[in-house]
Antibody
Framework: EVQLLESGGGLVQPGGSLRLSCAVS????????FSWVRQTPGKEMEWVAG????????YFADSAQGRFAISRDDSKHTVSLQMNSLRADDTAVYYC??????????????WGQGTLVTVSS | DIQMTQSPSSLSASVGDTVTITCRAS??????LNWFQQKPGKAPKTLIY???SLQSGVPSRFSGSGSGTDFTLTISSLQPEDFATYYC?????????FGPGTRVEVK
């Protein structure tokens, strides 16, 4: 079964860190780029970060640049998002999203079920 | 960044109706436009990619059209399971940006 399963969300204080993970199954992991897309409590959708099929190229939204890191483990079929210096406006449901191809190009194909990140004191 | 707008923000419709949602980009995006459906508490689901290509497994009552700056999503013969929020998203330039969504409600 084709599946993307996120984990790692939770409550964190402002300035804290959190690592999200996405376990992928049901297709050839190394053939595809991946992204993290978040949905705010107001339901706005925002792309956060992307990684190419090779893992050599990573991309970040301005809001995430310098604070977040995206990585992939081809042996474990996982995609991770390390989030540092978290702020209240990072509060959102974070979705792991499969791209349509190997090169990253914002063509979102398949979505995970999401994991909630709440940044609050 | 390219700004995406959608109209209407919400609409009320009945089962069997034909529904049309419009998405507009602030700059030309050729045909690099995707449509997603999201039901309450669920993840988004891809419906249409590259403006008019139907995602595998999506019913043919969903169709997309347009190019440049103006796009439409049409749902022919609305079904009970189609009541949801619909988002457009451009994949033409970085960062890929989303519209604010259109909520399709029961009339």
């Amino acid at each position: 079964e084709v599946q993307l399963l996120e984990s790692g969300g939770g409550l964190v204080q402002p300035g804290g860190s959190l690592r999200l993970s996405c376990a992928v199954s049901g297709f050839t992991f190394t053939d595809y780029a991946f992204s993290w897309v978040r949905q705010t409590p107001g339901k706005e959708m925002e792309w956060v970060a992307g990684i190419s099929g090779s893992g050599r190229n990573t991309y970040f939204a301005d809001s995430a640049q310098g604070r977040f890191a995206i990585s992939r483990d081809d042996s474990k079929h996982t995609v991770s998002l390390q989030m540092n210096s978290l702020r209240a406006d990072d509060t959102a449901v974070y979705y792991c999203v499969k791209d349509r191809g190997w090169g990253f190009d914002y063509n979102f194909d398949l979505w995970g079920q999401g994991t909630l990140v709440t940044v609050s004191s | 960044d390219i700004q995406m707008t959608q109209s209407p923000s919400s609409l009320s419709a009945s089962v069997g109706d034909t529904v049309t949602i419009t998405c507009r980009a602030s700059h030309s995006i050729s045909r690099y436009l995707n449509w997603f459906q999201q039901k309450p508490g669920k993840a988004p689901k891809t419906l249409i990619y590259e403006a008019s290509s139907l995602q595998s497994g999506v019913p043919s009552r969903f169709s997309g059209s347009g190019s440049g700056t103006d796009f439409t999503l049409t749902i022919s013969s609305l079904q009970p399971e189609d009541f949801a929020t619909y988002y457009c998203q451009q994949s033409y330039s970085t960062p890929g940006t989303f519209g604010p969504g259109t909520r399709v409600e029961v009339k």
